[in-house]
Structure formats: C-alpha cells, structure tokens
C-alpha cells in the first residue's frame, strides 16, 4: 500500500464549479498534512497546511480526519488559475523530516 | 518566490555519466533536501542535510550522494546515470529544526539521460 494516495484524476470541471479532492495515508503515527499545487513543469508549492480542527484560507478548505486517516481539499467557485496538479503531502514528525507526497490530481478548470 | 535558487535548470547527459546539481537554500535555513520527481509522480524523498551532515535518507541506491557546505548551500551527484534516473529534481531548503514545517522549493533541475 503506498504512503500517500489521492484519487487519480484528472478533474475537468467548469468555471465556478466546487471540486473536492481526497487523500489517505497509511502510516497512524504521521503528524503534519499539507496540500501542495504544483503547476505544469514548475516546482511544488505551498497552497496550505492542515489542521485536526480544519482550515479555510479564502475559496479553500481542507480538512483533516485523523481517525480515518483521511485530508481532504475543497475547492469553491472554481476559477481557470485554479487549474494545476495538487498534491496531498504527509509528515510523520514535525521540524525537519522528509515530505511524503502522493501521485496528484490534476485539476483543469475549463471556460 | 521562494529565494531558493538551483542550477542548471535543464541538462541531457547520457547512460554511464555522472552529474552534479546544484542548490542555494532561502537565506538563514540550514537544512536543504532533495527530491527526485518521475513524470507524472509525486516527488520522492532522497536525502536531507542538516548542518553540512547527512540527516536521512529516502529509498535511493549509493550512486545517489550529496554534500552540504558551510553556507548551507548544496550538491546532489549521481554517478552511473541511468535511463530512470530522467526526472525532475528538486531542492527544499527549511528553517532550524523544531521552527517550522515549511519546506520552500526551488524551481527543480530537469535531467534527461539518453
């Protein structure tokens, strides 16, 4: 079983639309959750970390079960810059230990 | 941006070379990790240095070194690259261990092996 999995994708949805992407992980003793975008070709880049009592940060909330081991992102009224691959991201302790991604899900926001 | 710099930003080398890659992490962080990102996958953890020594390693052969210097910038070097070794690599340069858990990437070195 990996790590870290997210629903395959891709996501092509119209403008405006709201999109939800989930993710599990396997490891129990894992302590930190993030959802990266990565755009085509470029490197990862923070979209927002996630909180036991979940977080919103304007049109975005995540939410994070840890009981189901389960992070989940939504996106509301969907918007064509919103299109990228996101990546559900796990850590098992705080401070500097590695990031472990999953594969993405690629989300295009169409016109 | 996020102030970490690498280089180069693209290179071709051919099965049986070896390379060097090179990362200068965001001003006042000390620990820079690399990654190794196959298309179409989730980056993979390959190893992390902290205050110049090696402080963990992800599922990577020997073949796979690396260094850090003294103003914490760093190199990755893979030895007998192979066609697999095509791939996308990425630094990430953090605060002091225990400050944060925000790793900040660069903008990845793109390695093509023909």
């Known amino acids: 079983r990996k790590e870290v999995e997210q629903d395959p994708g891709p996501f092509n949805v119209p403008e405006g639309a709201t999109v939800a992407f989930n993710c599990t992980y396997s490891n129990s003793a894992s302590q930190s959750f993030f959802w990266y975008r990565q755009d085509c070709r470029k490197e990862p880049k923070l979209l927002m970390s996630?909180?036991?009592s979940g977080n919103e940060d304007g049109r975005f909330t995540a939410q994070l079960n840890r009981a189901s081991q389960y992070i989940s992102l939504l996106i509301r009224d969907s918007k064509l810059s919103d299109s990228a691959t996101y990546l559900c991201v796990v850590k098992l302790h705080s401070g500097n230990t590695p990031l472990v991604f999953g594969k993405g899900t690629r989300l295009s926001v169409i016109a | 941006e996020t102030g970490v710099t690498q280089s180069p930003t693209h290179l071709i080398k051919t099965r049986g070379q070896q390379v060097t890659l090179r990362c200068s992490s965001q001003s006042g962080h000390n620990t820079v990790s690399w990654y190794q990102q196959a298309l179409g996958q989730g980056p993979q953890f390959i190893f992390q240095y902290y205050r110049e020594e090696e402080n963990g390693r992800g599922n990577f052969p020997p073949r796979f070194s690396g260094l850090q210097f003294p103003n914490y910038s760093s190199e990755l070097n893979v030895n007998a690259l192979e066609l697999d070794d095509s791939a996308l690599y990425l630094c990430a340069s953090s605060l002091p261990s225990g400050a944060t858990d925000t790793q900040y990437f660069g903008p990845g070195t793109r390695l093509t092996v023909l």
């Open positions: 996630v909180y036991s």
